[in-house]
Nanobody, 117 residues
Framework: QVQLQESGPGLVKPSQTLSLTCTVS????????WSWIRQPPGKGLEWIGY???????YYSPSLKSRTSISRDTSKNQFTLQLSSVTPEDTAVYYC???????????WGKGTLVTVTS
């Protein structure tokens, strides 16, 4: 069974870069699609982007200019970097994966990231 675990700072200051890592166990990140998704307080889920088997990435148009997703196959991890954050980027961030890019089957538990000075 595939398991995912997010890790990273819970507090980030405005204008800084948010960095999160997702560690995958029970499966290889060289197969399937691996995504980052977030949910701001009181709002719905927002898809951020994914990295494909080939290493190709695709980002939400609204976040594309500030987002980078990469992977480390030796550690079976993939990472999210979101630059120039504002308080509006405060959210629970989830990593997820599956055979379809925009419909992941396996999810991490999520991690709350708060942007505050």
């Amino acid at each position: 069974q595939v398991q995912l675990q997010e890790s990273g700072p819970g507090l980030v200051k405005p204008s800084q870069t948010l960095s999160l890592t997702c560690t995958v166990s029970g499966g290889s990140i060289t197969t399937n699609y691996w995504s980052w998704i977030r949910q701001p307080p009181g709002k719905g889920l927002e898809w951020i982007g994914y990295i494909a088997v080939s290493g190709r990435t695709y980002y939400s148009p609204s976040l594309k200019s500030r987002t980078s997703i990469s992977r480390d196959t030796s550690k079976n991890q993939f990472t999210l970097q979101l630059s120039s954050v504002t308080p509006e980027d405060t959210a629970v961030y989830y990593c997820a994966g599956g055979p379809r890019a925009t419909l992941p089957e396996d999810w991490g538990k999520g991690t709350l990231v708060t942007v505050t000075s």
